[in-house]
Each structure stands twice: as structure tokens, then as C-alpha cells.
């Protein structure tokens, strides 16, 4: 398994501005996923962070809106920009078993709120 | 393409009894399939897996899955429930060729002392 530390924790937002969600591992992995869990709802994948290269988005979701950063193997960080309220919404950063057999590992979340 | 269905939102069980969370799933390969599990205001826990062999799988804090594949489910069980399984649980799958891991709907358990 491994150890993967979020902050902030929580946050409350203006509409119109832009938060930077950071996420720590404590062992080095190739790919880093950045997930959006709405309300009552499931999880979405927004993108997969690849170090050295650019993050790849999933249909719904750009550059623009989501940007990614990933340094090295150990860090990444996500920016929701120009934030609305429909942007409130809990957001896990996750890595994938060194196994490579599928499960996942997450943070304990970012849970953002837009006013 | 691949997805998940949980057709329960909710799922009440009293203190002591079996539960059963049921999760069913769609791949185009050999399926990965997994249970995670989101306590309030937390990430979400890895609980199991399977991948290959034994159509039952044990995973954390007491809790088993099996594999169905004529039935395509992996339901998720526990032979006496505790008030602290009250939870959200999350099944997902992954297309063994395939990195994506989609994740259900989630179903939240309640157990009533």
C-alpha cells in the first residue's frame, strides 16, 4: 500500500477564483489519478498524472480548467480555476498498487466548497 | 467499454445479521474487480480483489466477495454484521488490458444496533 497525504482538507471558495490541491506519496509511482466525487455521488476520473509528460484528461474535463502538475515521482497538484459552485465537490488524489493488478490507493480528499 | 452497477442505494441490516451488498459489472476481457469502502468525511479504503482463481475472495475486516461470472456480479458479504460497517461501499472494475478502474455508484450500508 502506500501512504498519500492531501491538503488542504477542506476549503470554502469564492466563485471566480482558483485553489491548488497538493498530493504527497510516500513512495515513488509512475502514474497519479485525480478524481472527482459530486455530491452523492460516484467517483469520475478527471486525469491521470504522468511524470515528465502532460496529464491525460478524461472526457468532460480540460487543461484549462483542471491543470496538473507532476514535478517528480512523489507529488502532484491539481488547480480547479475560475471556480463555480458546481465545482463543489470532493477531490481524491489516488495511486495504483506497484502489483499492477488494478486496486488503488487514496488520499483522504480535498473537500472544496464554492460560494 | 466497461461498467458497474450497484442497484441499491441503500442497504439496512440489523446488528448480528449477514449482509449482502450487491454489485454487478460489464468488461469486454477477464475483469479486475474490486470493494472499496468511504467512512464519512474519508478517502476511500481499499477492501478486495479479485483477479484470478478462487471465485471467493476475503478481504479486510471480515468482509468476502464472490465472483459470479456467468453472472457477471461480485457481490460483496459479511456473515455478522457490526454497527461500525455503516459505510459507503464502492465496487469497481478494471478490463485486465485496460489501466481505467470505473467505480459504481456506491451503496450506503446502514446496521441498526
Known amino acids: 500500500s502506500a501512504v498519500i497525504s492531501q491538503k488542504p482538507s477542506r476549503d470554502i471558495c469564492q466563485r471566480g477564483t482558483s485553489l491548488t490541491i497538493q498530493c504527497q506519496v510516500d513512495?515513488?509511482?509512475?502514474?497519479m489519478f485525480w478524481y472527482r466525487q459530486q455530491p452523492g455521488q460516484s467517483l469520475t476520473l478527471i486525469a491521470t498524472a504522468n511524470q515528465g509528460s502532460e496529464a491525460t484528461y478524461e472526457s468532460g474535463f480540460v487543461i484549462d480548467k483542471f491543470p496538473i502538475s507532476r514535478p517528480n515521482l512523489t507529488f502532484s497538484t491539481l488547480t480547479v480555476s475560475n471556480m463555480s459552485p458546481e465545482d463543489s465537490s470532493i477531490y481524491l488524489c489516488?495511486?495504483?498498487?506497484?502489483?499492477?493488478?488494478?486496486?488503488?490507493?487514496f488520499g483522504e480528499g480535498s473537500r472544496l466548497t464554492v460560494l | 467499454a466497461q461498467s458497474v452497477a450497484q442497484p441499491e442505494d441503500q442497504v439496512n441490516v440489523a446488528e448480528g445479521n449477514p449482509l449482502t451488498v450487491k454489485c454487478t459489472y460489464s468488461?469486454?476481457?477477464?475483469?479486475?474487480l474490486f470493494w472499496y469502502v468511504q467512512y464519512p468525511n474519508r478517502g476511500l479504503q481499499f477492501l478486495l480483489k479479485?483477479?484470478?482463481?478462487?471465485?471467493l475472495v476475503k478481504g479486510s475486516y471480515g468482509f468476502e466477495a464472490e465472483f459470479n461470472k456467468s453472472q457477471t456480479s461480485f457481490h460483496l458479504k459479511k456473515p455478522s454484521a457490526l454497527v461500525s460497517d455503516s459505510a459507503l461501499y464502492f465496487c469497481a472494475v478494471r478490463d485486465k488490458g485496460y489501466q481505467k478502474v470505473t467505480f459504481g455508484t456506491g451503496t450506503k450500508l446502514q446496521v441498526i444496533p
Open positions: 468488461v469486454s476481457g477477464n475483469p479486475y
Open positions: 479479485y483477479i484470478t482463481g478462487d471465485n
Open positions: 489516488s495511486v495504483a498498487s506497484r502489483a499492477n493488478t488494478g486496486e488503488l490507493f
Open positions: 513512495s515513488q509511482v509512475t502514474m
